[in-house]
């Protein structure tokens, strides 16, 4: 976790970097007199907690952290104790008074290590989210026909039959055959504008024509619509108002 100490105390400074040195996760990148002076490493440089006193020339530490838009985690670090409230009001992750004891320092860094990885693990999650939902927004997908690998636009898809150990997709006069299963393409398609009618058969909604008798039309194919299905078919035809 990379950390910055800013004090104009050099005793508060050399107290920070010795307590920071006996904490494995703790990076203590550098150490300034003065706020003014670290505002160019944070915008160079990933910080993600900062040890920060209140009472300093130029710019206090609450006028500080006001001024940096979406702050680093902070640790306040101060002789007086009556800034704590608003030092809270900031978020600010702990309030440590001068003397600062160690175990009272490691309580407070603790709580910002847990944030942080709480974050990553946040962070993690919506990456992967996003990963998934990327590939699912795929405009085509690649399926293996014969010796060969395939490669299908959804947009080109007017229905899909499952015959048991294989499945027939149809893109035009020429059906492509391939061995899987209807869940396994299933699995590939947008819900969007794909919907399963039948145990065997998968309609592109873009490309029905009229629904008849509980028959879809697609080009001269007539496809009926499975009982099990019916609810969930027509509730996105109502949706899609086809």
Do not use: W
């Not at 160079?44 to 985690?73: A, C, R, W, Y």
């Not at 992967?128 to 939902?133: D, G, V």
């Not at 997908?141 to 080109?156: G, H, Q």
């Amino acid at each position: 976790m990379n950390c910055i100490a800013i004090d104009d105390e050099p005793l508060a400074i050399n107290v920070i970097k010795e307590f920071c040195s006996k904490i494995d996760y703790l990076n203590l990148l550098a150490t300034f007199n003065s706020a003014v002076e670290a505002i160019k490493l944070l915008n160079q440089t990933s910080v993600d907690l900062i040890f920060l006193d209140i009472q300093m020339p130029h710019i206090s530490g609450l006028e500080f952290i006001k001024s940096i838009p979406n702050p680093p985690m902070v640790v306040f670090t101060t002789a007086y104790s009556e800034h704590a409230l608003q030092g809270f009001e900031l978020n600010a992750i702990d309030y440590l008074v001068k003397p600062i004891p160690f175990e009272r320092f490691f309580k407070a860094v603790n709580k910002a290590y847990e944030l942080y990885n709480l974050r990553k693990k946040n962070e993690l999650s919506s990456n992967l989210t996003l990963e998934r939902n990327s590939e699912h927004q795929a405009d085509y997908f690649m399926i293996k026909v014969e010796y060969s690998t395939v490669k299908v636009d959804f947009k080109d898809i007017q229905y899909i039959e499952g015959l048991k150990d294989y499945v027939k997709i149809y893109t035009g006069p020429r059906p492509i055959l391939t061995k899987t299963t209807m869940k396994n393409i299933e699995e590939k398609l947008s819900s969007d504008n794909f919907v399963r009618i039948h145990k065997s058969y998968i309609v592109s909604i873009s490309h029905i024509k009229a629904i008849e008798n509980n028959r879809v039309l697609i080009g001269d194919k007539r496809i009926p619509v499975g009982e099990q299905y019916k609810e969930a078919f027509y509730k996105i035809v109502n949706k899609n108002k086809l």
